[in-house]
């Protein structure tokens, strides 16, 4: 179980949520970081007094340090800081709460550091998973899934003996759009794809959640987290998302695992693991839930989880490419720079026009390849305006 937390992106959706699950089993945390959203951050700092805090912002940074000047909480900047907090001394995990690939050198950093990781940083793994996976190897630590459908995974595989798993079965809320056509959905507003039925996550996820980008990012995750390729990986639409997750194992068993949807279980789990304690969320009444309905993704209209699928397919850097590609396109929706369906059209595209089939690739391909990805979707779309 971990002791000492860092907690990257805390001021975010799972990083608020992480600090409740802190408070309540009284863990240790030693470093915060944000974006720079530095009014949170304060208050964080002053409830769990790090060591230390970074910002990504330098200006937001610098006036950090002023208002923690009465305190003996170090404030650090930019990327080096963040990176910094990833490898503070003190902490034996790292939870891994940034939003997009901009989680990947820290997450490096954390396991070459020695740390064990709770990642909710899905995009490190869709972007990096090789190159993660192996470090993990390497630096013999572990890497505890925070993502609700992973963890329950992880969770269903406890007691599943070596080589009993025949496939997992992720499910997904289908998001606000479930059931729409494109017709219908030609010219849904961003406040519109903001609105989840079942979660409150941050505004990245939530698009993604509504494009089902986040099933095909999920898709990927978990071939790297279980060792699965695409075709040992289901996807089913599950609306009340109370089951996170299945496995089927090799007689045609199949163990799911049931809770209220609420992230502070997944990460208790990855924190606590192998224990199980009390936890801040409600009990499951499944009585009132009364009745829980399946259905199959529709590929045509939520073309992102079959261009994900494509993707993981092909490997090599082509998920890093549809990563790369959606990141861009939803910080333009998000923007009103384009329209709902541009999203999934562009990283169609995107993967559809990347030729590169080298299968040993280095850290600065995939940053290379990000970059370039980004770049090409802004130069096309960037000047629009709608
Ligand atoms: P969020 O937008 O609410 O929070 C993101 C955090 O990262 C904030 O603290 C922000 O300050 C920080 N941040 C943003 N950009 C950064 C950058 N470039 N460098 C450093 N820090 C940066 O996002 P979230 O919903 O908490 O999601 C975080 C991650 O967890 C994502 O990868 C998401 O897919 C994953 N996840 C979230 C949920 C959820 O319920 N929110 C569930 C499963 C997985
Ligand atoms: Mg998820």
């Not at 959905?185 to 794809?193: F, G, I, R, T, Y």
């Not at 996807?235 to 090799?250: A, D, N, P, T, Y």
Request: glycine share 6%; charged share 25%; proline share 3%.
């Amino acid at each position: 179980m971990a002791k000492a937390i860092s907690v990257l992106g805390s001021t975010g959706s799972i990083g608020t949520q992480t600090l409740d699950v802190a408070r309540m089993h009284g863990l240790k945390v030693t470093a915060l970081t944000a974006n720079s959203n530095i009014k949170l951050l304060e208050k964080q700092a002053r409830e769990f007094m790090p060591k230390m805090v970074a910002v990504l912002d330098m200006g937001a940074a610098a006036q950090l340090k002023i208002s923690l000047s009465d305190t003996n909480i170090d404030v650090f900047c930019g990327e080096e800081g963040i990176k910094k907090a990833a490898q503070e001394e003190s902490c034996d995990t790292v939870v891994n709460a940034i939003v997009g690939v901009a989680g990947l050198l820290p997450t490096l950093a954390a396991i070459k550091a020695g740390k064990n990781l709770a990642l909710a940083n899905k995009e490190t793994l869709v972007a990096g998973g090789k190159l993660v996976m192996k470090a993990v190897e390497d630096n013999n630590v572990k890497l505890y899934p925070v993502d609700s459908e992973h963890s329950a995974i992880f969770q269903c595989l406890q007691g599943c003996p070596d080589g009993a798993l025949k496939k997992v079965i992720l499910t997904a809320s289908g998001g606000t759009f479930f059931g729409k056509t494109r017709d219908e959905l030609e010219n849904v507003s961003v406040k519109q794809a903001l609105s989840h039925p079942n979660w409150d996550m941050g505004a990245k996820i939530t698009i993604d959640s509504s494009t089902m980008m986040n099933k095909g990012l999920e898709v990927i995750e978990a071939s790297w987290l279980f060792g699965c390729s695409d075709k040992d990986i289901d996807v089913v639409i599950h609306r009340e998302s109370i089951i996170h997750s299945m496995i089927q194992l090799k007689d045609n068993a199949v163990i799911a695992q049931l809770g209220v949807p609420d992230m502070r279980i997944p990460i208790q789990y990855a924190l606590t693991y192998p224990k199980r304690l009390p936890s801040p969320t409600k009990e499951l009444d499944i009585c009132r839930i009364g009745k829980m309905s399946f259905f199959e993704p529709d590929y045509d209209t939520f073309v992102c989880l079959a261009v994900c699928r494509d993707a993981l397919r092909r490997g090599g850097l082509y998920p890093t490419v549809a990563n790369a590609a959606n990141e861009a396109a939803v910080d333009m929706f998000l923007r009103e720079q384009i329209r709902f369906l541009d999203i999934g059209d562009i990283v169609s595209e995107a993967v559809g026009s990347f030729c590169d089939d080298k299968k040993d690739f280095t850290l600065e391909d995939i940053l290379e390849a990000d970059k370039q990805t980004r770049a090409k979707v802004r130069e096309k779309f960037g000047h629009i305006s709608l």
